[in-house]
C-alpha cells in the first residue's frame, strides 16, 4: 500500500478539526472510582499518549471514547468511526480461525453484510501495512504473540477508523512488531486520522504528538 494516499474513509477528513471531546467525564463502580472528573479534547491527525501507573485510568478513558462505557456523568462526543485494540485478548487464541477469517471482523456491518471488493481491498491493504499477508492462511490459536497482535492491530486498520485506540499496543512484543505497529500508529495521524494510545514506556510515548498523565484523571496534558 502507498502509505502517501489515505485510506478511503479518511480522504476527506485530512486536515485538522476536532474529533473527540470529553467534558467532565467520571466513571464510578459502585464507591470506587475509576475515573475523576476528566476533560480532553483531541484533533484530526494527531496522536495521542496515555502514561500512568496501572489502575490510573487509561484504559477506562479508552472505554469511553469506544463507547463501551457510560460515564457516571460527564459526556464524550466522537466524530466518525472508531477501532478498538483490547488488552488481554489471548482468550481468543482458542478459536478455530484463520488470521483472514479474524481480519475479516474489521469490516463486517451486521449479519447480512457481504464482503464486497471495497472490503477485500481494505483487508489486504491492512495485512500489507502490517507485514502479515504471509499469514492469512494461518490458524490464528498458532501464532506468536507478536504476530497476533500485528493481526489485532491490522483488523483495527481495515475499518478504516477515524478514531484508532490501542490498549498498550507493544507491551512484550518482539522488536519487529513493536516497530511496524509503531510506524502504522504515526501513518494514521500523519493520514489524517486520530491515535490514542496508552503505554508505560516514555520512549512510545514521545513519538505522540500529545501525551497525557494521567492518575485518576488528567494531571498534565502536553506535548513530549
Known amino acids: 500500500m502507498d502509505v502517501s494516499t489515505p485510506p478511503a474513509a479518511l480522504a476527506d477528513t485530512v486536515g485538522g478539526g476536532l474529533i473527540v471531546r470529553a467534558s ?13 472528573p476528566t476533560d480532553l479534547t483531541i484533533d484530526r491527525g494527531r496522536s495521542v499518549a496515555l502514561v500512568g501507573s496501572n489502575g490510573s485510568g ?11 462505557l457510560e460515564p457516571t456523568a460527564g459526556t464524550v462526543s466522537v466524530e466518525g468511526r472508531v477501532a478498538l485494540v483490547a488488552q488481554h485478548q489471548a482468550h481468543h487464541a482458542w478459536m478455530p480461525l484463520s488470521v483472514d ?16 471488493r471495497t472490503d477485500r481491498a481494505a483487508i489486504a491493504a491492512a ?29 483495527a486498520v481495515a475499518t478504516e477508523a477515524d478514531v484508532l485506540l490501542l490498549d498498550e499496543p507493544i507491551t512484550g512484543l518482539d522488536l519487529p512488531s513493536q516497530a511496524r505497529i509503531l510506524e ?6 500523519r493520514l489524517g ?22 492518575a485518576g484523571c488528567v494531571l498534565a496534558d502536553g506535548r513530549p
Request: hydrophobic share 45%; aromatic share 4%; net charge positive.
Open 24 to 36: 467532565g467525564v467520571c466513571v464510578h463502580h459502585g464507591p470506587t472510582v475509576a475515573l475523576a
Open 58 to 68: 487509561k484504559t477506562t478513558l479508552l472505554h469511553l471514547i469506544a463507547g463501551l
Open 101 to 116: 477469517e479474524v481480519l475479516r471482523m474489521g469490516r463486517y456491518r451486521g449479519l447480512i453484510h457481504r464482503l464486497g
Open 127 to 155: 495485512a500489507e501495512r502490517l507485514e502479515i499477508l504471509h499469514l492469512r492462511r494461518r490458524a490464528y490459536g498458532e501464532l506468536s504473540g507478536g504476530e497476533r497482535q500485528r493481526v489485532l492491530v491490522a483488523k
Open 184 to 189: 502504522v500508529i504515526d501513518d494514521h495521524a
Open 193 to 214: 486520522g486520530s491515535v490514542v494510545f496508552s503505554t508505560h514506556h516514555l520512549g512510545e510515548a514521545s513519538r505522540a504528538d500529545r501525551v497525557v498523565l494521567m
